[in-house]
């Protein structure tokens, strides 16, 4: 086999996934492909982070593989909500203005931190930012903008920057009402999985 299809598969290897025994899950930071009676899987291991998500439906042919069971784990608990409180207050201070922030879990100290981006340019419907350096044991786990007076919605801009990260991503708009508008989703290599929001 070429060196470059052995790097590029080491990097997203494909497991088929046993009948007769347990799948053992992925245990270390990365992805694979999963091969199941009932589809392709992705998976996806993170510090803060476990999920298996289904990608494609299953074959027409018989294939002697095992089924699995979508499963999805943060290795934190539940979402912070007052950190969500907190980035919806400076995003009404900002709108109609955009904003960025990252909601940053620190591994070895279990706590959250809001980190406010650095803009470069800014306006009522975009903005650039510069990505800050995280400290070892921190993970952006949250990758939050505002849509100032517009609702939260993701754009095609949003869908094309998520496509390869795997991160918590939300929206927040209608910051001019005092209930705002919000969306959020799992983006996981691609696969983006709607989440519930509860307002904080």
Known sequence: MDSRDVALQSVMPTVMVPRYAELEELDTPGNRILMAEN????EVCHAWLYARIPVSLPLRIPVPYGVIYEELRFGFGKLPKAMVAQFIEQARVRSPNECAA??????????????????????TDHIEVNLPTLEEGEHRVMDLHSHGLHDAFFSREDNQDDRGETKIAGVIGNLDKPEV???????????FLPLPFESP
Not at 39 to 42: S, Y
Not at 102 to 113: A, F, P
Not at 181 to 191: E, I, M, Q
Request: proline letters at 0%.
């Open 39 to 42: 589809g392709v899987w992705l």
């Open 102 to 123: 990252w909601g940053v879990w620190n591994q070895r100290t279990d706590s959250w931190k809001l980190l406010m981006l650095e803009e470069r340019s800014v306006g």
């Open 181 to 191: 508008t919000a969306s959020f989703r799992l983006c996981a290599n691609g696969v």
